[in-house]
């Protein structure tokens, strides 16, 4: 790790239980615009989730428009139609409220609907060259960080996935309220929670921007996200619980917005792309494996990290053991499934998923170790 480091976020963070219900008083302080966008998903809008902020976006005299079509894994369509409905009708703000999903398509909509770059040539890392609209951000979810990292992730196939990581993407503001996340089902906790937790672990990790500020973030989010998760799991309307998942989650987020994920995210992608698992729930699935094949490289990191937790062990090998058995524990404790054979996937199918993960070149470099297609088949083989 470098002593010399760049660090780069959201412009501002406001962490606060209800606040999303005086989002007019808020955004009216910060922005001269009249029309805004609220992208979303069907879900939110059945659950009226969303009315408290849209009633005082109003009172506050903005003209909400709702898109609310986004559905996980977004497709390219679907963020296509958002930006076109936000050119049509001359938006001027941009509000991502939602899930991972739906923060997304927001940071390429307030920049599709400026109109000065088509979205096929943003694909990878830096190269968006195109100005953008106001961008605030709403997770209702504790586990993508979307709110607070610069990266979109859209299918573009049947099967594939391609991802837009550019500074661009920052929101202007993050809010972060908890009391939009209590109830969630448990198996969304849970899935969530595990994603944010890969997170923190991936970028204090990660080979090639891993710094003193990621490093700092990713410990904190570890300690709240493994504090709380299976608390917020039994007990979902448990508000401190979920304050400290979402903000965890949003810890973890800055972490690997500057120090980014490796090989658990990348032998996750497949799973989602084959077999629509949802994302967090494709990590916690080849979490345990991907840590064990990168222990003979990196046991004195998790090392760190078993220390920073307070758990047992001698020796670094004895405490990686240890961390990785404390991840597993946590895992089982959320009562979601952890074996690949558990979701429909049969044995013969791991060859192609070990082919779709080396495409994820973007990912691979970072991970501590490197990992061939082989490799990564007999981790897919552990995972079955």
């Known amino acids: 790790m470098s002593d010399s480091f760049t660090f780069d976020g959201v412009a501002s963070i ?4 209800g606040v999303a219900a005086n989002l007019g008083g808020l955004l009216a302080e910060r922005y001269g615009v009249t029309k805004v966008m609220v992208v979303t998903d069907a879900g939110i809008t059945k659950l009226g989730l969303a ?3 849209l009633k005082s976006l109003s009172a506050h005299g903005f003209d909400p428009v709702v898109f609310d079509e986004v559905e996980a894994d977004p497709a390219e369509s679907i963020v296509l ?6 050119t049509r009708e001359k938006i001027g703000l941009i509000i991502g409220f939602g899930g991972g999903s739906s923060m997304d ?3 390429l909509v307030a920049i599709l609907a400026r109109g000065e770059q088509p979205l096929a040539d943003m694909y990878g890392v830096g190269k968006v060259r195109s100005s953008r609209l106001p961008l605030v951000l709403i997770p209702t979810t504790a586990g993508t960080g979307s709110e607070v990292t610069p990266i979109s992730v859209v299918t573009t196939g049947e099967h594939t996935k391609m991802g837009v990581s550019d500074r661009a993407l920052f929101a202007d503001l993050a809010i972060v309220d908890a009391t939009l996340t209590t109830g969630l089902p448990r198996h969304v906790t849970a899935a969530t929670g595990i994603d944010a937790m890969v997170h923190a672990i991936e970028a204090y990790t990660s080979r090639i921007k891993k710094n003193l500020l990621s490093d700092t973030l990713a410990i904190q989010s570890l ?3 493994g504090g ?11 508000l401190a619980a979920r304050r400290a998942m979402l903000t965890g989650a949003m810890l ?9 994920v490796g090989a658990v995210h990348a032998l996750a992608y497949p799973l989602g792309g084959r077999f629509h698992i949802p994302h967090g729930h494709s990590n916690s699935l080849v979490l345990p494996h991907v840590l064990r094949f990168n222990a003979s490289v990196a046991s004195a990191l998790y090392a760190e990290l078993a220390d920073a937790l307070a758990l047992p062990g001698g020796d670094a090998s004895q405490k990686t053991a ?5 991840l597993v524990e946590l895992t089982e404790a959320t009562g979601i499934e952890m074996r690949l054979r558990d979701m429909n996937i049969a044995e013969g199918d791991l060859p192609m998923l070990a082919n779709d993960a080396m495409d994820q070149t973007r990912l691979l470099v970072n991970n501590p170790r490197d990992v061939s297609e082989q490799q990564a088949f007999e981790i897919y083989q552990k995972a079955w």
């Open 252 to 260: 973890a987020g800055q972490a690997f917005a500057n120090a980014p």
């Open 51 to 53: 009315e408290p902020a």
């Open 228 to 238: 709380h998760i299976v608390r917020a799991c039994e007990q979902p309307d448990d």
């Open 322 to 326: 240890s961390f990785i058995a404390w």
């Open 81 to 86: 139609a958002a930006a076109d409905q936000a």
């Open 105 to 107: 398509v927001a940071k």
């Open 223 to 225: 300690k709240m996200l």
């Open 14 to 17: 406001v962490v606060d239980d």
